[in-house]
């Protein structure tokens, strides 16, 4: 096949009226029948906006002119936001931010699960700016402008947005964009590095940056003399992820707390760690409480990672099973076990969950309640697993509402679950990313 033919795009802006909001935070409306997406745009507003991609099925366009403004309407705190895909509703009030994504939370199960629960849970929401403490920034070599680029992709995606700083950055991260990019432009392999991976603990920074030819000794030496200068470690990749080590400072250590359970958790700066850490915190206190654990019960920990909900759980249970599909996550989580003086009271296990686990000697002990927190695919594959383990209580943490209520239908009409209580963790500000927390007891 060939390469699809690109349509030409038109030159005079197109006013479109809003109805609603897509998924990912774009504005929806239609121009002469046919659908346009529109980034920055609102529901109710009319805007004159640039097509900027046209398809068969609908254009992409962004937000020029507000001609008739959506009451929940504010000035972007970015100055990039129209250029910069890193957000998508920084135009929206962050309150009306919120109830969006608590919209979406309920549309879904109601949808795509034909669920609903007893009772809505308040969202998670607190501070909405300087957050991300994980992220996969792009980086470009931009002769035009004879430097690098470095930040998140404009909305289209095609490039690599121009921005001087990024408030929902962790603040480590922030204001180093410029920095950054003139270290990246000062190395004799400037054209070759994609990206840079940033990763922020309680404790300091980490940058992990790839690059595709090798680096030269004065290469080197500039890395190490911009770690010094910024106290920010830096790792190198010059492959596959496998291929990550740590070049400077000689000894380096990333790690958070949740003070709530007076535990310290360490990670690598590739390590998956929940993204908003004050949010994080929230959720690791609401799955507790939901769980409500007196202390003698045996808890499953399904995607367990590092030890997130692991450790906090193994404060309140008398023993907590942790379920991993990644062996570096597992080892991890078992030194932050030891690390916490909790190895005796938590097992831990390297599974694929899409598979089998009921020959595990772990799995035919039995729980009393299970977590679930799984990628944005869902769970599907292991509901027959927690189903099957006795367990007369699941917390299921998401990244995805499509596939909670997916999940949640399954759970409830074929494995005998009332789904209790759900709600929305705004973990991702100004974005259209929708984390949410549930309850599920098993039907006496």
Known sequence: MGKRRRRKLPVEPIIVEITDLAHDGRGVGRVDGKAVFVHGALPGETVSARVIDVARKHD????????????????????????????????????????????????????????????????????????????????????????????????????????????????????????????????????????????????????????????????????????????????????????????????????????????????????????????NRQIIGKALDLLALDGSERVLDLFCGLGNFTLPLATRAAHVTGIEGAAELIEAARANARRNGLADKIELDVADLTESVADRAWYRAGFDAVLIDPPRSGALEILPVVAGSGAGKVVYVSCNPATLARDAGVLVREHGFRLVSAGIADMFPHTAHVESIALFERDA
Do not use: M
């Open 60 to 279: 992409e366009a962004v937000c020029q002119e507000v001609l008739s403004a959506s009451a929940e309407r504010v000035e972007p705190d970015c100055q990039w936001f129209n250029d910069c895909g890193g957000c998508a509703l920084q135009h929206l009030a962050h309150p009306a931010q919120i109830k969006w994504k608590h919209k979406r939370l309920v549309d879904n199960l109601e949808r795509l699960g034909e669920v609903s629960p007893e009772q809505w849970l308040e969202p998670i929401s607190d501070e909405p700016w300087f957050y991300r403490r994980r992220a996969r920034l792009s980086a470009r070599w931009v002769k035009g402008k004879g430097r690098v680029l470095v930040g998140f992709r404009e909305p289209q995606g095609r490039f690599v947005a121009d921005v001087g700083h990024c408030r929902v950055l962790h603040a480590d991260i922030s204001h180093r964009l410029d920095s950054l990019s003139a270290l990246l432009g000062r190395l004799s392999v400037a054209g070759a590095v994609p990206q840079i991976e940033t990763a922020s603990g309680d404790n300091g920074s980490a940058i992990v940056i790839r690059h595709l030819d090798a680096l030269t000794d004065e290469d080197i030496q500039i890395l190490r003399d911009w770690s010094a200068a910024e106290g920010i470690a830096v790792y190198l990749q010059p492959k596959g992820p496998d291929t990550v080590f740590r070049l400077c400072p000689d000894e380096h250590q990333l790690s958070y707390r949740i003070d709530e359970f007076d535990l310290e958790l360490a990670f690598h700066p590739q390590n998956f760690i929940q993204v908003n850490a004050r949010i």
